[in-house]
């Protein structure tokens, strides 16, 4: 299964004086992270440490940013993955307290941090489902909404012209030829997308 979260989670932890903030988001881009970092930057001048991971679609990047080698990005990356996250990404932002932690304790710090900011987060599964958006006469709408709410199919979106077209997403199993034989034909598929369907846990 994948996941993914709902909206931005923080969180703050103190280990010797070291100050650390985690951003766990949403992100659907590599731009879209590079514009939130760059936020964040701005808005945190005087911390030291800017270290995050992601996976948005098929990339996935750790990043030390100046830390010990594989202290603070990789961890961080291997916390998405271990939690089965897909377009998140984790920012750890550290001020400095005086005092060096070695790489042990940052690995374990920064571990941390997404845990802390993780718990306080909005967990979302995503489930692959298929989109499709037909067409149909006025006299079959009430015996096809009452199909599609007995199939349990989600209906998205109805728009009433000439014919009625009606959107809604079904599990990947179903199959559209089923349904056009049950309707005789008298349905008329205009369109059929691969969907995500988000769930909140």
């Known amino acids: 299964m994948n996941y993914t979260i ?13 100050h650390f903030i985690g951003y766990l988001f949403p992100v659907s881009s590599i731009d879209e992270f590079n514009e939130f970092l760059s936020k964040i930057k701005k808005e945190n001048m005087k911390a030291r440490h800017f270290c995050y991971a992601y996976i948005i679609n098929d990339e996935k990047r750790g990043n030390d940013d100046g ?4 202290s ?13 996250l897909s377009n ?4 750890v932002i550290r001020y400095f307290g005086g005092t ?3 790489s042990g304790r940052l690995l374990r710090t920064y571990v ?15 489930i692959s489902m298929k989109k499709y958006e037909v067409s149909l006469s006025y006299d079959l709408y009430d015996i096809f909404k009452n199909y599609l709410k007995m199939s349990n199919f989600n209906i998205l979106n109805t728009t009433f012209n000439d014919t009625i077209i009606i ?35």
């Open 67 to 70: 830390e010990p080698k594989g």
């Open 112 to 126: 941390r941090s997404f845990e802390e900011t993780f718990l306080k987060a909005k967990k979302v599964e995503l």
């Open 167 to 201: 959107s809604f997403i079904a599990p990947v199993s179903f199959k559209k030829e089923t349904m056009l034989d049950k309707f005789l034909f008298k349905i008329k598929i205009l369109n059929e997308e691969d969907y995500c369907y988000r769930k909140e846990i």
């Open 72 to 84: 603070a990005g990789l961890p961080l990356l291997n916390s998405l993955i271990k939690n089965e």
């Open 100 to 102: 060096l932690l070695g």
């Open 88 to 91: 998140v990404a984790i920012i």
């Open 6 to 18: 709902l909206e931005l989670a923080t969180s703050e932890i103190e280990v010797e004086k070291s």
